[in-house]
């Protein structure tokens, strides 16, 4: 049984690790290949500063608020064992500000201490009224996606470094199964126009007195498009921009000094942080994840695609919950397999 | 009297910040610090300086939250302005926890700092030994850039230093008005057997993903942050004198902050150091009138902060200066009586 991932971001990764985890005992015959044009470092997940933390609202998918929670249980889990620092997994507290009061996120209940402000701490924070205090977890992707690369490796999961034009040309090779972790750029391999750019862009600085993610919120325009710093193990991040439809990854100017200044005003001390690098990167956004089976016919053949693409801004967020829906998905197609090729006897 | 000579001898955090408050309140003092050390050899350069105070058993508990609300008021307006990381002032966040509940459960500081509450449930579960926490955010003031910040506005005010041992304040007599006392540990030598070393050893080592503080609430186990180095202690042995690293204290250190958090076993670049706490029961912010043969020498105490140095910082150094007005009132007040 042949299975191929196309995709070595975090869904990609984590959903061969998932899958792998899952079936290589009851498949014997499983064999898990891992297709990308990029790897680790020059991934989107990469660029990603990595802090768990789902959009404000869930706009009614539970299913999503549903993944999310696994994937925060599932590394709070993870949290004391060895591999944490391999990972790039530790806990980060922090403020998420607004301008106005806001009802409770759905993940309140999710991470830990989550309370409001007190007038004091909103001192610290000129011009915003309201906000949160919580304790979530940071995730980064230059470590996790390594940590993975290696687990997969150890596993016998073979990677090819390759640009893959089709579902078609897999199945022609004799894959089975394919599973669309594709990202951004799912589009070229089946056209989606619900998958869009959400653009965005961070300027990386050295500032390690900041020991808290600072997340600010213009409800006016949208999430991530205000200014936010978050510290990780070897810089901090400082980002603020999300413009829908555009699909440059060339740093701009322009983004650059207004994320800048609002930083420096949000955090005076920063003016004094040396700039290490920027990055500008595409967030596959979607109007809800796609996270799906297709079968698609191929003469005689019947050929599966599990699709597993559309996490925006929230991919590290969500990454887990979704790679064992995939594995699900997965699950049911060898059931389905199973079934077919199994004389009369009881269902599986 | 002009220009009152000034000399605080002490350059850790006592003496540099009680000379900084000195010049501000009294712009016609000529201050000068005296010290046999200056960062990064002090004690206050070993301390993590966490804002999270000592109760002294004989200082009136009032006095102790107004001196730690001044502190951290004062500290506060630092970490938010654009001087805060070279004066080495950020907020941390963390818990304290607790084996058995305290008796205690909301301590005297609790609305000083920011955010206090008891830990939730989901919290305790990463700490499996212990029973009950407080969750809060406070300050960290890093030394050595808080004390190198201290020394730069004290040259700024024009403030002169100089390397000096000074093995009796009245030495000092004839070359200067008032001596302000902040020799912390030295005062012992000085005189006061009141004055006993609480031993401290910590471990600075590199773990940039440790971003919250832990603390146990025995306070002999803790995990602070810092800017580069996070410091892990510790000890509390009253009455060693002993400045030299201990190997087996840095191992059960290691091993007891490894048991908060586990992820520490990845830390790198592990440095000892050790620190004699000043301690009191009760510190000495007091004048006091040194005289031999009818020459008088006003003096200034302010030390025998122990564990709590940094937390209580600037409430002494304001208490401390606003003690050396009133001496210099006093030296006015007697010169113009003695012109009449």
Same mark, same amino acid.
């Given at each position: ?181 594709? %990202?951004?750029? @799912? /589009?070229?391999?089946?056209?989606? =126009?619900?998958?869009?750019?959400? *653009?965005?862009? +961070? ?73 290490? %690098?920027?990055? @500008? /990167?595409?967030?596959?956004?979607? =109007?809800?994840?796609?996270?799906? *089976?297709?079968? +698609? ?52 | ?340």
């Amino acid at each position: 049984m042949r299975v191929a991932v196309i995709g070595a971001g975090v869904i990609g990764l984590s959903s061969a690790l998932c899958i792998h985890e899952q079936f290589h005992g009851l498949v014997p015959s499983l064999e898990l290949e891992v297709y990308a044009d990029h790897f680790t470092p020059h991934t989107t997940s990469d660029g990603a500063a990595g802090l768990w933390q789902p959009y404000l609202s869930d706009h009614g998918n539970l299913q999503e608020t549903l993944w999310n929670k696994e994937t925060f249980d599932y590394l709070l889990g993870h949290l004391h064992s060895p591999a944490a620092k391999e990972m790039g997994l530790f806990l980060l507290s922090g403020y998420n500000l607004f301008t106005e009061p806001v009802p409770d996120p759905s993940w309140k209940n999710i991470v830990l201490g989550f309370r409001n402000l007190t007038p004091k701490e909103l001192e610290l924070f000129p011009g915003y009224s309201y906000g949160w205090f919580n304790t979530a977890l940071m995730l980064e992707g230059r470590n996790y996606l390594p940590w993975l690369t290696n687990r997969l490796t150890q596993r016998g999961v073979k990677f090819f470094h390759k640009k893959v034009e089709s579902f078609q040309e897999l199945f022609s090779q004799g894959v089975d199964v394919v599973l669309n972790c594709s %990202g951004m750029r @799912s /589009g070229e391999l089946q056209p989606d =126009p619900e998958l869009q750019p959400g *653009r965005g862009q +961070i300027i990386k600085v050295l500032a390690p007195w900041v020991k808290h993610f600072i997340i600010t919120h213009n409800l006016k325009s949208g999430i991530y498009n205000s200014p936010y710093v978050i510290p990780g193990s070897e810089f901090t991040v400082l980002g603020g921009v999300y413009q829908y439809g555009n699909w440059s990854e060339e740093n701009n100017a322009k983004d650059h000094k207004s994320i800048w200044d609002n930083c420096c005003q949000l955090l005076p001390a920063l003016q004094k942080a040396k700039i290490v %690098g920027e990055w @500008s /990167g595409l967030r596959p956004a979607r =109007p809800s994840v796609r996270l799906e *089976r297709e079968s +698609i016919r191929l003469g005689n053949l019947q050929a599966e695609v599990i699709h597993n693409y559309g996490h925006g801004g929230f991919g590290i967020t969500i990454h887990w919950g979704c790679a064992m829906a995939a594995a699900r998905l997965f699950g049911s197609i060898l059931q389905e397999r199973k079934a077919l090729g199994t004389p009369p006897g009881p269902r599986l | 009297m002009a220009s009152p000579k000034v000399a605080v001898v002490g350059a850790g955090v006592i003496g540099l910040s009680t000379a900084l408050c000195i010049t501000e309140t009294c712009p016609s003092c000529s201050v000068t610090v005296l010290s046999d050390q200056f960062s990064p050899n002090t004690t206050s350069d070993v301390a993590a300086g966490m804002l999270i105070p000592h109760t002294y058993p004989d200082t009136p508990i009032h006095r102790q939250k107004q001196w730690f609300k001044e502190t951290f008021t004062y500290l506060f307006a630092i970490s938010n302005s654009a001087e805060a990381s070279e004066a080495g002032i950020h907020l941390v966040s963390g818990w304290q926890v607790f084996k058995s509940t305290p008796k205690e459960e909301l301590p005297f500081w609790s609305d000083v700092v920011l955010g206090f509450r008891p830990m939730s449930e989901a919290e305790l579960q990463k700490f499996p030994q212990h029973r009950f926490g407080q969750a809060f955010t406070t300050l960290k003031c890093d030394c050595p850039p808080y004390l190198l910040w201290l020394e730069k506005k004290l040259k700024a005010a024009g403030t002169q230093m100089y390397t000096r041992k000074v093995s009796d304040l009245w030495e000092l007599h004839g070359e200067y008005d008032i001596v302000v006392n902040c020799t912390g540990m030295g005062a012992h030598e000085l005189g006061d057997k009141q004055l006993f070393p609480v031993r401290g050893q910590v471990l600075k080592v590199h773990a940039p993903w440790v971003k919250q503080f832990i603390r146990d609430g025995d306070g002999l186990t803790y995990i602070y942050p810092g800017i580069h180095r996070v410091t892990l202690g510790g000890t509390r042995e009253k009455g060693s004198w002993s400045l030299s690293p201990d190997a087996g204290t840095a191992r059960d250190i290691f091993d007891r902050c490894c048991s908060l958090e586990p992820s520490l076993q990845g830390a790198q670049d592990i440095e000892v150091k050790v620190g004699l706490r000043p301690s009191r029961q009760c510190v000495r912010v007091q004048r006091e009138v040194l005289s031999q043969g009818g020459v008088k020498l006003p003096v200034i105490h302010n030390y025998g902060h122990g564990a709590g140095g940094f937390s209580v910082h600037k409430g002494t150094a304001n208490e401390a200066a606003q003690l050396v007005g009133e001496c210099i009132s006093a030296l006015q007040g007697s010169s113009s009586r003695a012109k009449l």
